[in-house]
């Protein structure tokens, strides 16, 4: 069986045909700046590629270009368009509604479109892309959405609820949701695959860092906490994301300058973190050179970055009230060797000892351990497979169905 994965953002669309029969990539690429000029990237999974500009005025212009790459004489991975057997799509926000990953309908759209107040540039591009995925390959190919949110809907009332009148929960379903669910629960499930022991036994802190970061607790492969909330914006400290703060701190910044909502949404979601501190970049590489060459503000990104991961750690002990691994993930929970190894040498009062040449060497898509046989938590770096998780649910729901 060959699945289409799909990762729909307002412009542009992310995809990856994989063969279920051995989960290997057949090929992959990305339409950029949809509805702007247009810009289209294949590659075969043998290497062969094409990159050109190409206007695409909508998703729909887009999934014409992946279909004919696919089937593409020089670089095409499939003979006909009917060898794909099912699409599966990545959504941001699932809400209150989707726990769990399920085959599209029209009433799944109409879901997924009543969520768009939620999450208002994710979801509504997503919506684009599955009615665009149906224009161009039909209603007979089956089509599964995978929701950002839906692992962490285990989570109890009292880590989802925020402390502002109970009527807006009600009103307008404010709450914590949480995001990254699908890299997660990823990782969590490989990390109990290293170790060789049932999910259900253990306790597991596992930090998503990239330009957007979460931390999530997982108790018996179950979600308790996240950091991430009702929307990507709060946990830690991000590229270009706040992290937590005082909310005071938005009105007071507010009135002061005289901002709109929306120009401080601006400001919380695009000008602060990494980017905001720093002045360099929202790059950890950039930020991480720049400290290197003296600049003292990008060394306080760096350290704000660790003291933010060390807090959540922190919190996620108590609340698990112990912990048996710790998984780092994304590009720079994958990459950056430095970070994992100044947060894991403050985390000695929990027994976590880590092997610095080990750790050192984990980067560019090493999966492994990084603690010693003497730590009392196993340490972990496991590069995330989101694309996986949704190939496999969607041949799960479709050999169900
Ligand atoms: P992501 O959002 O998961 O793609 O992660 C993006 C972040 O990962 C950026 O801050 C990059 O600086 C960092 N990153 C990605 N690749 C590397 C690498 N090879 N070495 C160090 N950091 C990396």
């Known amino acids: 069986m060959k699945i289409l994965v799909i990762n729909a953002g307002s412009s542009s669309m992310k995809y990856q045909l994989i063969d279920m029969t051995d989960e290997s990539i057949l090929a992959k690429g990305n339409c950029e700046r949809i509805g702007i000029d247009g810009h289209f990237k294949h590659t075969a999974g043998d290497g062969r590629s094409c990159e050109y500009d190409v206007v695409m005025n909508n998703h729909t212009e887009a999934f014409i270009q992946i279909k004919n790459a696919l089937i593409d004489e020089k670089v095409g991975v499939i003979k006909e368009l009917s060898e794909v057997s099912a699409i599966?799509?990545?959504?941001?926000?699932?809400?209150?509604?989707?726990?769990?990953?399920?085959?599209?309908?029209?009433?799944?759209?109409?879901?997924?479109?009543?969520?768009?107040?939620?999450?208002?540039?994710h979801n509504a591009a997503h919506v684009q892309g599955i009615r665009a995925c149906i224009d161009v390959f039909g209603k007979?190919?089956?089509?599964?959405?995978?929701?950002?949110?839906?692992?962490?809907?285990?989570?109890?009332?009292?880590?989802?609820?925020?402390?502002?009148?109970?009527e807006y929960y009600e009103k307008y379903a404010v709450r914590r949701y949480g995001f990254h669910g699908t890299s997660h629960r990823y990782v969590s499930a490989r990390c109990a695959e290293l170790m060789g022991k049932d999910i259900k036994d253990l306790k597991m802190i596992t930090c998503h860092l990239g330009n957007g970061s979460s931390i999530t607790a997982i108790d018996g492969g179950k979600v308790v906490d996240t950091s991430m909330g009702l929307t990507p914006l709060d946990g830690i400290m991000m590229g270009t994301r706040t992290?937590?703060?005082?909310?005071?701190?938005?009105?007071?910044?507010?009135?002061?300058?005289?901002?709109?909502?929306?120009e401080m949404d601006t400001l919380l979601n695009k000008k602060?973190?990494?980017?905001?501190?720093?002045?360099?970049?929202?790059?950890?590489?950039?930020?991480?050179?720049?400290?290197?060459?003296?600049?003292?503000?990008?060394?306080?990104?760096?350290?704000?970055l660790e003291y933010h991961i060390l807090k959540y750690i922190g919190a996620y002990t108590a609340v698990l009230g112990r912990v048996d691994a710790i998984v780092f993930t994304a590009g720079?929970?994958?990459?950056?060797?430095?970070?994992?190894?100044?947060?894991?040498?403050?985390?000695?009062y929990l027994g976590v000892e880590i092997d610095d040449k080990v750790n050192a060497k984990a980067i560019r898509g090493?999966?492994?351990?990084?603690?010693?046989?003497?730590?009392?938590?196993?340490?972990?770096?496991?590069?995330?497979?989101?694309?996986?998780?949704?190939?496999?649910?969607t041949m799960a729901l479709v050999n169900k169905a």
């Open 140 to 166: 007979d190919v089956p089509e599964v959405v995978v929701f950002d949110t839906a692992f962490h809907s285990t989570m109890p009332q009292t880590a989802y609820m925020y402390a502002v009148p109970y």
């Open 243 to 262: 992290g937590c703060l005082d909310p005071s701190v938005v009105t007071f910044i507010a009135e002061k300058e005289g901002f709109t909502p929306s």
């Open 366 to 393: 090493v999966e492994g351990k990084i603690s010693t046989e003497n730590s009392k938590v196993d340490v972990f770096v496991i590069p995330t497979n989101e694309e996986i998780v949704i190939a496999r649910d």
């Open 272 to 304: 602060s973190g990494f980017l905001g501190i720093s002045g360099v970049s929202s790059d950890d590489r950039d930020v991480c050179a720049a400290a290197e060459a003296g600049n003292a503000r990008a060394q306080l990104a760096i350290d704000m």
């Open 332 to 348: 720079i929970g994958e990459n950056q060797s430095s970070h994992r190894e100044n947060v894991c040498h403050k985390l000695g």
């Open 88 to 121: 599966g799509h990545r959504i941001v926000q699932g809400g209150s509604i989707f726990k769990e990953s399920v085959l599209v309908t029209e009433k799944v759209i109409e879901d997924i479109e009543s969520l768009i107040p939620l999450a208002p540039l």
